[in-house]
């Protein structure tokens, strides 16, 4: 018996955290990658096209550009997360942090109901395949350092200070 295999599409986008490759089926966003491209393992090479014209792709490129172009707090296309259980229900549960906000690991992993395993929770923070959709930047350490991110620390601040609310700055007229 002949099984049909998945193919995917990708594309290459300039971003301000360098360039992403997103990855999709004909149904769902797949991953979203940093410059180490070869790095992903779950979809083999041969099972990817290039496709600058995929439909979802396109859409998943507008709504990074609002993203970083501070247009857009939420994303709204269709995401497949492919992992274990226990991978879904942490990056199900990031979905769940606003935007602008941080959580620690270890509250994280309360929310989830395992509050002993914040380590297990940072684990499955560095295999999530769709970074910046799929918040992870959003968790920091206890301490409220910026502690461990598959797309460098340096886009983790990238991304967390393009969400921080500008200051008004009031300017005092001398009377």
């Not at 797949?30 to 491209?37: D, E, M, P, Q, T």
């Not at 942090?97 to 941080?102: A, E, M, N, Q, Y």
């Not at 991110?149 to 609310?165: A, H, S, V, W, Y």
Request: glycine content about 8%.
């Amino acid at each position: 018996m002949e099984t049909t295999q998945l193919k995917y599409a990708y594309k290459e986008i300039s971003s301000p955290v360098g360039r992403l490759r997103i990855i999709a089926s004909d149904k769902a966003l797949i991953a979203v990658l940093f410059g180490r491209f070869e790095s992903f393992s779950l979809i083999k090479r041969d099972e990817m096209t290039k496709n600058n014209d995929h439909p979802l792709l396109l859409e998943t490129e507008r709504q990074l550009k609002e993203y970083f172009g501070n247009k857009r707090k939420t994303f709204d296309v269709p995401v497949e997360l492919i992992g274990s259980e226990f991978q879904k229900k942490v990056w199900e549960a990031l979905l769940t942090i606003p935007f602008g906000k941080t959580k620690s690991y270890g509250e994280l992993a309360k929310q989830i109901g395992e509050p002993d395993m914040a380590r297990a929770v940072g684990g499955a923070l560095n295999k999530n395949p769709v970074p910046i959709i799929v918040p992870c930047h959003r968790v920091i350490g206890a301490s409220g350092k910026l502690v461990g991110f598959g797309g460098g620390l340096q886009n983790k601040t990238i991304l967390l200070d393009l969400e921080r609310p500008v200051k008004q700055i009031t300017l005092w007229a001398a009377k």
